[in-house]
């Protein structure tokens, strides 16, 4: 069964930064393309960046430049580092399966429960 677990989110200032991570089970985690999305509140669910399985990173044009994707293949975990951040981040970030915001809306793949960013003074 495919498991993806996020955590790190939280509340921080505009300006601040945090890191959040998606462990993940249950498929091959070396051979499959990544992504974080995130959904505001009563808006649709974006896609924001991808990590494919060379270890390339795709961005939306959103968070690019100050938000930074990786993933630690021993230890099946994918990482956002978010800096910089605004208080349109504000959101729900959830980890998926696939690549690219195409592969995100395949019906083959998953995503998380997903973690909350509250980004406020």
């Known amino acids: 069964e495919v498991q993806l677990v996020e955590s790190g989110g939280g509340l921080v200032q505009p300006g601040g930064s945090l890191t959040l991570s998606c462990v993940a089970s249950?498929?091959?985690?070396?051979?499959?393309?990544l992504s974080w999305l995130r959904q505001a509140p009563g808006k649709e669910v974006e896609w924001i960046s991808g990590?494919?399985?060379?270890?390339?990173?795709l961005y939306a044009d959103s968070v690019k430049g100050r938000f930074t994707i990786s993933r630690d293949n021993a230890k099946n975990t994918l990482y956002l580092q978010m800096n910089t951040l605004k208080t349109e981040d504000t959101a729900v970030y959830y980890c998926?399966?696939?690549?690219?915001?195409?592969?995100?809306?395949?019906?083959?793949?998953?995503r998380g429960q997903g973690t909350q960013v509250t980004v406020s003074a």
């Open positions: 998926a399966t696939g690549k690219t915001k195409y592969e995100v809306q395949s019906r083959a793949s998953r």
């Open positions: 249950g498929f091959p985690f070396t051979s499959t393309g």
């Open positions: 990590s494919t399985i060379y270890d390339d990173k």
